[in-house]
């Protein structure tokens, strides 16, 4: 069975620390593999795409890295900000003709305190 | 640009009831479309998926139906809500070319009561 898990499940740091945010993926045969994130009782916004043949992704002060052999993803926020907050997900598409079929973890909640 | 619309944002209603959310794609022709529920403490599942007008895949035995009458409209419905319908039902689209990001809407909140 695919699973996708993130670990923590909530995270509080301070304004300006740089964090990392874990995603392990059960099925290492995976397409894609994407960022989201969540305000409360909003839509996903998407980060990052990283596709099965690249190793990381860049935007701004995020960065987010693949390792299908050890089936993990990471997001990377350097110094980060109170707007940052908010919930994190990794999803993964195991399918080339309809990416947007995703299997999501559970989200990482992110609290940055002023 | 593209933009995708969804609505109502919330919605209330008694067990028993019919239901019919409506998405639709603004900015790009022939989309993938989707529709997610995200239950309270659960992650987000995929329901339905189209690749095409009236080409509908469910993805998980429900109380829910999908259709897609236009290339760009996007429909979920229910003939009579159950409680465990109750959740955040969110639509999105992505373009039919490999590696392309998922986007989403803003989402509807339902709440059956």
């Known amino acids: 069975k695919q699973e996708v898990t993130q670990i923590p499940a909530a995270l509080s740091v301070p304004e300006g620390e740089n964090l990392v945010l874990n995603c392990s993926f059960t099925?290492?045969?995976?397409?894609?593999l994407q960022w989201f994130r969540q305000d409360p009782g909003k839509g996903l916004t998407s980060l990052l795409l990283?596709?099965?043949?690249?190793r990381e992704q860049t935007s701004g002060r995020l960065n987010a890295s693949l390792d299908k052999s050890s089936g993990r993803s990471t997001l990377y926020i350097a110094a980060s900000q109170p707007g940052d907050s908010a919930t994190y997900l990794c999803?993964?598409?195991?399918?080339?003709?309809?990416?947007?079929?995703?299997?999501f973890g559970q989200g990482t909640t992110l609290q940055v305190k002023p | 640009s593209q933009t995708i619309h969804q609505w109502p944002a919330t919605l209330v209603q008694p067990v028993g009831s019919p239901l019919s959310l409506e998405c639709t794609v603004e900015?790009?022709?022939?989309?993938?479309l989707y529709w997610y529920r995200q239950a309270a403490g659960r992650g987000l599942q995929l329901l339905f998926y189209?690749?095409?007008?009236?080409?509908i895949s469910s993805e998980v035995p429900q109380n829910l139906s999908a259709s897609r009458p236009q290339d760009r409209q996007f429909i979920l419905s229910s003939k009579k809500l159950l409680l465990s319908d109750s959740g955040f039902y969110l639509c999105?689209?992505?373009?039919?070319?490999?590696?392309?990001?998922?986007?989403f809407g803003s989402g509807t909140q339902l709440s059956v009561l």
């Open positions: 999105a689209w992505s373009a039919r070319v490999p590696n392309e990001k998922l986007f």
């Open positions: 099925d290492s045969a995976i397409y894609n």
């Open positions: 990283i596709q099965s043949s690249q």
């Open positions: 999803a993964g598409s195991y399918g080339s003709g309809n990416t947007g079929k995703l299997i």
């Open positions: 900015g790009t022709s022939n989309p993938n």
């Open positions: 189209s690749v095409g007008i009236g080409q």
